[in-house]
């Protein structure tokens, strides 16, 4: 697999662990593409809490090691395997999937997981799709089965995946509401597609939101933090609401009873378990969007490659955080 000449910086992680061990080399030898991959010259890759969940060994699926953390990154292709036939040297593209991670100059990914970005779009913003788009489209339209003149709250909107699930909401005829902690936050989830915004750091801020969507309650929520949130989702919901959970640091202790005088649902999902033909699905949909212009990754704190340590330590300490984290390889 490897040339035995052209070397690269990345981070190869031979340890489960905490941040520390996180150290950048210069010597890691580039990689030559199999018959179905690509290798991707990388100038941005994407951070998420799942890459802090594999890198600490506490994630379901661990990789071999060693490993570079990292899923979502954009660039050119350098070079293609000998059966792959999408893709030349020099086509801009991101990826929902890398061989081993991404934090590293070069990288190989299965042709199946990579995707042509448009010139209108970054390659921080290309880093910013893979994970959160694709998280988030099967989330809302697949997993609640959202419907046109639904409701939707998005518990958490002003992170990665939440600012991606209050667009796509919105370009399909939901009623978007949000929470964010900041004004900032605040503002930026408004921006990006949702009708209403909620400070879930404010005490009364579920009476607020009870308030504004009356009687009826929410159709679907879209639950980023179901360790504390979720006994209030339950109540939150409609009729046969339904409440899916992106994210959760902890358990949490709910009443079944809940539940059932509504016959609401509590579902769970995960990026990995799509099928390739629902990930070609997906990207179809997310192409349209790059074109007409609804989907716009926005993106949070940027870090050099060298303070990937000190990402993944913001990233675990976060709180209120906006947008996409983002390495850059430049």
Known sequence: MATGQRLMRA????????????????????????????LIKVPACGVDPVDTYIRSGTYSGKPRLPAT??????????????????????D??????????????YKLAADHTVY???????????????????????????????????????????????????????????????T?????????VLQNGAHEVFNHREDNY???????VGEKGIDVIIEMLANVNLSNDLNLLSQ??????????GPIEINPRD??????????????????????????????GMEIGWLRPVIGSQYPLKKVSQAHEDLIHSSGATGKMVLLLK
């Open 11 to 38: 981070i190869p992680v031979s340890e489960f662990g905490g941040p520390e061990v996180l150290k950048l080399q210069s010597d890691v030898v580039v990689p030559i593409p199999e018959e179905h991959q690509v």
């Open 69 to 90: 953390p990292g899923v979502d990154v954009a660039g050119l292709i350098e070079a293609v395997g000998e059966r792959v036939s999408a893709f030349k040297k020099g």
């Open 92 to 105: 801009r593209v991101f990826t929902t999937s890398t061989v081993l991670g991404g934090s590293a100059e």
């Open 116 to 178: 042509k970005l448009p010139e209108k779009l970054d390659f921080q913003q290309g880093a910013a799709i893979g994970v959160l788009y694709f998280t988030a489209y099967p989330a809302l339209l697949h997993s609640a089965s959202a419907k046109a003149g639904e409701s939707v709250l998005v518990h958490g909107a002003s992170g990665g995946v939440g600012l991606a699930v209050c667009q796509i909401a919105r370009v399909y005829g939901l009623k978007g509401l949000g």
């Open 180 to 188: 964010a902690a900041t004004e900032e936050g605040q503002r930026v």
């Open 206 to 212: 579920i009476d607020k939101i009870q308030k504004s």
């Open 240 to 249: 046969g609401g339904r409440v899916i959970i992106v994210g959760s640091k």
């Open 259 to 288: 539940t059932m005088a509504k016959e609401s649902s509590i579902k769970g999902v995960t990026l990995f378990s799509s099928t390739k033909e629902e990930f070609q699905q997906f990207a179809a949909a997310f192409q349209a």
